[in-house]
């Protein structure tokens, strides 16, 4: 009876082991959501290296930044990709998030079909100009026009008919001529040019906003009660970062090869790295300029336009390059 109790004690307490083992490697796992554009793949690579970074991650790719702030609001995500215009409307709206870093830069551009002679933003009056609504392209449109004296409408009653569309189907309407311009993201602003039936009318960064910085997010849960795993999560991606900044081949083959599948050139993937470069930093200056933008312009109507200063956290950004010897 006493060994049989003991067997038992004992199996327990293996049990019990294996629970607590299991419930800690839980922990380990970081729920990431990412866009599918070139610019986003030193992002994407973190869950290639994050073993070596003792954690897990779990991606999931979006269509647009604000389905990942869906999901981050849904409870489906501890660490977002986007750009910050989703970041900001999402905070707006009561996403739990903070702004650690910055991820790229820039991701722009202008193209209109060859042939009509548009050669800057006056000449898209009485045009149809493709954009996908609520991403920082169409933010840039706004400030755009709004320098030039223009008005926009989806309806085509104002000087510039607005038609939105997702960014894969921008380059297809573009190519049948059913809009005249588009502002539009990388890599297809890029496809769009190499392939001839688009030029490069300006990269929209005269605006206050400067280049766009894209914005990488936590939720406030994961940063404050997971911190041991968010800094991990930090590093591994000042790593990733670092490794497609200092290995341009690696990048190319990664994002070309894993994340497109081949479906975009080598050309393609040089022209939009070269309009959306690599990058970590960010600053509560950069998101409260985008966010008085956003308002001016009337994009994400957002009843109460959330302060910068209140949820950009930089610090696992700071310590993580310190630790890296990385400037």
């Known amino acids: 009876m006493i060994t049989h109790i003991k067997a038992c004690t004992a199996l327990t307490l293996l049990a019990v082991g294996i629970g607590a083992s299991t419930g800690a490697a839980a922990q380990d796992v970081v729920r990431l959501g990412n866009l599918k554009l070139a610019h986003f793949g030193a992002v994407s690579y973190i869950k290639e290296i994050a073993p070596s970074c003792g954690i897990r991650v779990e991606e999931k790719m979006f269509a647009k930044g604000l389905d990942v702030m869906q999901a981050i609001i849904a409870g489906e995500l501890d660490v977002g990709a986007t750009a910050s215009e989703a970041a900001i409307q999402g905070r707006a709206g009561g996403a739990p998030i903070v702004v650690v870093a910055g991820f790229a830069r820039g991701g722009a551009r202008l193209?209109?079909?060859?042939?009509?002679?548009?050669?800057?933003?006056?000449?898209?009056?009485?045009?149809?100009?493709?954009?996908?609504?609520?991403?920082?392209?169409?933010?840039?449109?706004?400030?755009?026009?709004?320098?030039?004296?223009?008005?926009?409408?989806?309806?085509?009653?104002k000087d510039v008919h607005l038609v939105y569309l997702a960014y894969p189907d921008l380059n297809g309407a573009l190519l049948g001529k059913q809009i005249d311009a588009m502002m539009q993201s990388e890599p297809q602003s890029s496809q769009a040019i190499n392939r001839g039936f688009g030029v490069e009318v300006l990269k929209p960064y005269g605006t206050p906003i400067g280049e766009p910085v894209r914005t990488m997010v936590m939720t406030e849960k994961f940063y404050r009660e997971r911190r041991p795993v968010a800094e991990k999560f930090m590093r591994c991606f000042v790593q990733a970062t670092s490794a497609f900044i200092g290995q341009p081949a690696l990048a190319e083959t990664y994002v070309r090869g894993t994340m497109f599948k081949?479906?975009?050139?080598?050309?393609?993937?040089?022209?939009?790295?070269?309009?959306?470069?690599?990058?970590?930093?960010?600053?509560?200056?950069?998101?409260?300029?985008?966010?008085?933008?956003?308002?001016?312009?009337?994009?994400?109507?957002?009843?109460?336009?959330?302060?910068?200063?209140?949820?950009?956290?930089?610090?696992?950004?700071v310590a993580a390059k310190r630790s890296l010897n990385i400037q």
């Open 111 to 157: 193209v209109a079909r060859p042939g009509l002679n548009i050669t800057g933003v006056a000449q898209l009056k009485g045009r149809k100009v493709g954009v996908t609504r609520g991403g920082i392209q169409e933010v840039l449109l706004m400030a755009e026009l709004a320098r030039h004296g223009l008005s926009s409408s989806a309806t085509g009653r």
């Open 262 to 317: 081949g479906q975009i050139s080598s050309a393609d993937f040089r022209a939009a790295i070269g309009n959306s470069p690599y990058s970590y930093d960010i600053t509560p200056g950069h998101i409260q300029v985008t966010t008085d933008v956003m308002v001016s312009t009337g994009v994400g109507r957002m009843g109460r336009p959330p302060l910068a200063q209140d949820w950009v956290r930089t610090d696992l950004l």
